[in-house]
């Protein structure tokens, strides 16, 4: 029933809130006032504004507002009775709620009961679980010490042995056991206050084995430095050995073969009994460094047959003479403490200042032997790095060797080049060049890069050279001085064969002919190609063993001998500027020729001793001796000899002295001609031996040279006037020359083309003396012209001189315009138009 009465009450509201929400429209409210409350109802707040503009707009404020008065208070009902309509679903939840109330209040005293009863129960629980779990721990417990008990005594027995160990300087096993203490025992018994002691106790024992490790290995490497002078004696005694240096074959077959004698073995039975007696760690040689830098084998005498007797250094490695055992256990020890990277950079800082010590020269290095042992000191240094980089890897890299060696490298030569780089002593070269070739060679096998040391050796070589060169020139120098500029004569077979073993020169005539026999050239030639042997000879000296292939050498040493050449040039050069006499000059020059004939020989010699006598005359090396390098000294000698031939010439010529004023010639030729015709004669016969271009070049040049003398002579505005007399001896002066031309010693010379040195002089002195003007005048300026030769100004000169005597002789320019005079004066006028054309 009470539901039912529910249900009907609902839908009673339900249709009231309906009614409710509908609009009524009341008769007072226009529908213009509806619209607005409607707008006013639905519309949002921006809206809201242009609502209220239109209700004033409309006038009519007062009505709308008794229409939103009447539309608030029919809402106002409506909420009346929407609450009146749920008031009583209020009242019938109340009483419901209060029957739950009782309800719940039964179940609670229920609870309460159960819990009082559970109470009781759990605490006789509780009581026999505490028995239990006390006797459980104690159970516990008594296990635990047992086991605890247990564990201490490893510690206590490790520990022990600890101190044993340390007392015996045993620090790696040590280092062990204190490992063991501290990662396995300790940290099963750290709760335990005696394990904080001897935890405590433990740091101090770590870094006494590691001081203890760091001591052990600075011992060794004062050790490294005590014997890294025997080790790298024996690393390079070794390595002559293996690479045979400063012993030739020659020298060790040789050697080979009187020490078969010795024991009435021949030379294949000795060689093998060697060969067995050495690879039982035996040899019969003992390898050291003279007292000169060469290195020398000593031969020890065997008892019974040739058997090994080496000393205790030879018979022993590197690994013999230090022991490396301190590196092995320091890098062990380090490993285990942790520091390994530590040690690693000291090792490599120690090593570093090691080198530089070693690197560095001592004060008292003041002879050769102290080198030798500066340089034994380095090789022993980075054999015993190389040993311990392939022990230890970890210790030393391939990288940090390299970079040690690049660093000491730059040292090595820089100390080197500075104690040697200007040495003056050409066999203190040679010496130390086989000590750093050595040094290279060892250096080399043991994997280090040593091109800078060949560099340093090439910079010896050409420094070594240059000194050769001062003293082959210096010598070259005095054989100038001292030479007799004559021919080499040579009275006997004897001395005839020795002059051609000594320079290489043929010629067939000359074994016809009958002694005394006489060659071209001056003993310098011999000397001076005798000292380019022996030069050299010496560059091929300092190039031996430093591995440079036959093409290299030759070219090499050819460069050497035109450094040479180029340099007795020079001094030629400077030579023939002196005050030298024609002879001298003439024979340097017949000298110069042969010197450079022999380049070819030299060129041969050079192939024979680098390639074998078998390359002779093969072209495969790229530089030649130059022959060219005596052209300017030829120049300069010609320009020399021509020079002396007018200066002999013009002193000769300074003896004329022209009568200008002389009324008749005397028949025969002037004093100074005849003696410039003799001296002409001699000086050409000696230029037998000259090169035919340069013989005739010197006697055109002189003929020339005296042409414009007698030219000057006859020209001479000293010389005021001129008779007829004079010319005719002037004249036959001219003829004189003329008549040497045609009979000149100088072979090869055409005795016209000679005589045209005269022509111009000829020509004039035709012309003046026989007074042809009319066909001077006529062909003045034509290729066919008679005197072709003669200039208008020079043709005046001549006459005006001539009229200047007849003025003086006759006076016929006082006789007033006299036929003589017109005619005169007519031709120097004529003579005067031509010269302007």
């Given at each position: 029933m009470l539901n039912s009465s529910n249900t009907s009450q609902q839908a009673n509201t339900t249709g009231s809130e309906t009614a409710s929400t509908s609009y009524v429209n009341y008769v007072e409210m226009s529908a213009e006032q509806e619209y607005f409350l409607y707008e006013l109802e639905t519309t949002d707040s921006g809206s809201m504004g242009?609502?209220?503009?239109a209700i004033y707009d409309t006038g009519d404020v007062q009505q709308f507002a008794r229409a939103l008065q009447q539309r608030i208070s029919h809402y106002d009902k409506n909420i009346q009775k929407v609450c009146s309509f749920h008031y009583q679903s209020f009242v019938d939840a109340m009483q419901e709620l209060m029957k739950l109330k009782e309800q719940c209040q039964d179940i609670k005293d229920e609870t309460v009961a159960i819990d009082a009863e559970i109470q009781q129960i759990s605490q006789r629980l509780c009581q026999k679980k505490q028995e239990i779990v006390r006797y459980r721990k104690l159970m516990k417990n008594a296990k635990t010490a047992m086991d605890q008990i247990a564990v201490c005594l490893p510690v206590l027995e490790n520990y022990a042995k600890l101190q044993e160990q340390m007392s015996n300087k045993k620090y790696y096993q040590a280092l062990k056991t204190l490992e063991e203490l501290e990662h396995t025992h300790l940290a099963l018994v750290e709760k335990y206050r005696f394990t904080q002691v001897l935890a405590k106790s433990m740091t101090p024992v770590r870094l006494e084995i590691k001081e203890k490790a760091y001591s052990e290995f600075k011992d060794f490497l004062e050790n490294i430095k005590k014997v890294a002078g025997r080790i790298g004696k024996h690393a390079s005694k070794d390595t002559a050995e293996q690479h045979s240096f400063g012993v030739t074959d020659a020298e060790r077959a040789r050697k080979i073969q009187e020490e078969a004698r010795k024991f009435g073995l021949n030379f294949s039975e000795y060689t093998s009994l060697i060969n067995f007696s050495y690879?039982?760690?035996a040899s019969n040689v003992e390898i050291e460094v003279s007292a000169d830098g060469s290195i020398v084998k000593k031969n020890v005498s065997p008892k019974r047959y040739p058997q090994v007797q080496l000393e205790d250094d030879e018979q022993v490695s590197a690994q013999d003479l230090i022991d490396f055992t301190p590196v092995h256990r320091c890098c062990q020890i380090f490993n285990v403490l942790g520091a390994k990277e530590e040690f690693e950079q000291y090792y490599r800082q120690q090593r570093r200042e090691q080198c530089d010590l070693v690197i560095e020269p001592s004060h008292k290095m003041n002879n050769f032997k102290h080198y030798v042992e500066y340089l034994d000191e380095i090789v022993g240094f980075f054999v015993v790095e190389d040993q311990i980089l392939m022990t230890q890897s970890n210790l030393s890299t391939n990288a940090d060797k390299d970079k040690l060696w690049d660093n000491a490298l730059l040292k090595i030569r820089h100390h080197l080049d500075a104690r040697f780089g200007g040495c003056p002593d050409v066999e203190m070269m040679l010496r130390m060049k086989k000590v750093i070739?050595?040094?290279?060679?060892?250096?080399?096998?043991y994997g280090y890069a040593v091109a800078p040391l060949y560099?340093?050796?090439?910079?010896?070589?050409?420094?070594?050279?240059?000194?050769?060169?001062?003293?082959?020139?210096?010598?070259?120098e005095r054989d100038l001085d001292k030479d007799n500029y004559t021919p080499i004569t040579v009275n006997s077979e004897e001395e005839f064969r020795a002059v051609i073993r000594q320079f290489p020169f043929y010629k067939r005539s000359m074994e016809q002919e009958q002694f005394p026999r006489k060659f071209p050239f001056s003993r310098f030639v011999i000397s001076a190609y005798t000292q380019a042997k022996q030069y050299l000879v010496g560059c091929l000296k300092f190039m031996d063993n430093l591995q440079l292939n036959t093409s290299a050498?030759?070219?090499?040493?050819?460069?050497?001998a035109n450094v040479l050449l180029g340099r007795w040039a020079g001094i030629l050069k400077t030579f023939v500027h002196k005050r030298l006499s024609m002879i001298q000059l003439v024979q340097i020059t017949i000298n110069l020729g042969y010197l450079e004939k022999s380049c070819e020989s030299l060129g041969s010699f050079i192939t024979s001793k680098t390639s074998g006598e078998e390359a002779?005359?093969?072209t495969s090396h790229q530089v030649v001796l130059s022959e060219k390098v005596f052209r300017d000294v030829r120049s300069e000698v010609e320009q020399q000899i021509d020079e002396c031939m007018r200066s002999k010439v013009d002193e000769i010529m300074e003896l004329a002295n022209y009568d200008w004023e002389l009324p008749a010639a005397s028949g025969q030729a002037s004093d100074f001609i005849t003696d410039l015709i003799k001296f002409l004669l001699t000086t050409f016969q000696s230029f037998t031996n000259l090169p035919s271009g340069l013989a005739k070049h010197v006697c055109t040049q002189t003929c020339k040279h005296i042409s414009t003398s007698l030219s000057e002579l006859l020209l001479s505005p000293d010389t005021k006037c001129i008779s007829t007399g004079a010319l005719d001896q002037f004249s036959l002066d001219v003829m004189q020359c003329e008549m040497f031309t045609t009979r000149c010693p100088v072979t090869g010379v055409d005795p016209q083309t000679l005589s045209m040195t005269f022509a111009d002089l000829r020509q004039l002195l035709d012309l003046v003396m026989s007074s042809d003007w009319t066909t001077f005048n006529a062909e003045y300026g034509k290729d066919h012209a008679k005197?072709?030769?003669?200039?208008?100004?020079?043709?005046i000169i001549v006459l005006e001189k001539m009229i200047e005597y007849e003025r003086k002789?006759?006076?016929?320019?006082?006789?007033a315009r006299g036929d003589r005079k017109r005619l005169l004066d007519t031709i120097v006028r004529q003579l005067k138009m031509l010269e302007i054309q």
């Open positions: 242009l609502v209220l503009r690879y039982r760690n070739l050595l040094f290279i060679l060892t250096m080399k096998s560099e340093l050796l090439q910079n010896f070589r050409d420094q070594y050279n240059e000194i050769l060169v001062k003293e082959y020139c210096a010598q070259f050498v030759d070219d090499t040493v050819r460069r050497c002779i005359g093969t005197y072709l030769r003669v200039k208008a100004s020079t043709a002789s006759t006076g016929f320019f006082g006789i």
